[in-house]
C-alpha cells in the first residue's frame, strides 16, 4: 500500500546543495523518502542523481541544506554513522568481492554493521550472528540458492542482486539505489523489479535509473532533475503528462 504523503517521512532532505569549485551539482533539492514507496530519481547524464545519493547517505556532505532520518537531523553525520542509523546504498559498478562466496560478501557486510571488524576474517561458522543476518538478506534478496557460489562466477544481474543483499545485511531502513538494473537483460530486470516490489514494504527507497519502463511501472513517485535542480516530481502519472518534463528529459511535446 502507497501511505498518505503526510505520514512522516523516514528521510527527508530539505534544499539540499553541492558545490563542486564553480560547479553547482545539486541546487535546492528536497526529497521525501517513505516506507512503501519507491521514489525514483530522472534525469540526463550529469543532472546530479548520483551527487544527490551521495548527499544522502553521507559519503560527502552537503554544502547547504537539511538531512533528517526519521525526524533526527543527520545533515553532520559522515556515512558510517548513517549506515548504522539505517541508511544502506548500492553504488552504479559493481562493488562484491569475486573471489568470496555470496554468503562471504553478505556476513562481511553484516560484520562491518555489528562493528566487530577485529573479527572481520574469522570463519562465518565461528560468527553466529552476523551469519544469520547474512542468510536472512540472501533470503530476502531472493539468493538463498547461491549462497555457496563464488560471487564472481555469477551472473551479471545475479551480481546486482548480490550487492542489494549485502546492502540489506546492514539492515538499513532506507535503500539509496543507483541504477540497479544497468547492464541487465530483460529477465534480470524483471527479477529486479520484483525485488525491489517486495523491499518497499519494509524499506523506503530511493531509486536512480535510466530504464524509463521500468521506472515509470515501479516508481510510486518521481523527482525529474535537470542541471542540478528539480523541475518536476509528483506520481507517475503527472510527471509523464508534465510538460517541462515532456521538454527537458523525454524529449517530446
Ligand atoms: N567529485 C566531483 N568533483 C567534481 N565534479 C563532480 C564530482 N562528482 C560529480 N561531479 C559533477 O557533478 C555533476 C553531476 O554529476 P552526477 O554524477 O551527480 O550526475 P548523474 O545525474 O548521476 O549523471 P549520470 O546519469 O551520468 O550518472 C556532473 O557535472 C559531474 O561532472
Not at 562466477?153 to 542489494?164: A, F, V, W, Y
Not at 530483460?186 to 525485488?195: K, V
Request: neutral net charge; proline residues 4%; glycine residues 8%.
Amino acid at each position: 500500500m502507497t501511505p498518505t504523503t503526510d505520514s512522516r517521512p523516514l528521510l527527508r532532505a530539505d534544499a539540499v546543495s553541492r558545490r563542486f569549485g564553480g560547479l553547482a551539482a545539486v541546487k535546492d533539492v528536497s526529497v521525501d523518502l517513505h516506507q512503501g514507496q519507491i521514489h525514483a530519481v530522472i534525469g540526463t547524464n550529469g543532472a546530479g542523481k548520483s551527487t544527490l545519493i551521495n548527499l544522502l547517505s553521507g559519503e560527502i556532505p552537503v554544502s547547504a541544506g537539511r538531512i533528517e532520518l526519521n525526524g533526527r537531523d543527520i545533515t553532520r553525520l559522515a556515512q558510517p554513522r548513517r549506515a548504522r542509523h539505517g541508511v544502506g546504498r548500492s553504488y552504479q559498478r559493481t562493488t562484491i568481492f569475486p573471489s568470496f562466496t555470496v554468503l562471504e560478501n553478505c556476513r562481511l557486510c553484516a560484520q562491518a554493521e555489528l562493528q566487530r571488524p577485529w573479527a572481520l576474517w574469522e570463519s562465518a561458522g565461528r560468527c553466529n550472528q552476523s551469519l544469520a543476518i547474512a542468510r536472512q538478506a540472501l533470503h530476502d534478496a531472493g539468493l538463498s540458492d547461491a549462497a555457496s557460489s563464488l560471487a564472481g562466477s555469477m551472473s551479471h544481474g545475479k551480481k546486482r542482486q548480490l550487492e542489494i543483499a549485502m546492502c540489506l545485511a546492514t539492515r538499513p531502513r532506507v535503500l539509496l539505489l543507483d541504477e540497479p538494473l544497468a547492464g541487465m537483460g530483460s529477465e534480470e530486470t524483471e527479477r529486479m523489479l520484483s525485488l525491489l516490489e517486495s523491499l518497499k514494504k519494509e524499506h523506503a527507497i530511493l531509486l536512480v535509473e535510466h530504464d524509463m519502463d521500468a521506472v515509470f511501472r515501479v516508481a510510486d513517485r518521481i523527482t525529474v532533475m535537470v542541471n542540478g535542480t528539480v523541475i518536476a516530481s509528483g506520481d507517475p502519472e503527472s510527471i509523464r503528462s508534465n510538460d517541462d518534463v515532456k521538454v527537458a528529459y523525454l524529449g517530446t511535446h
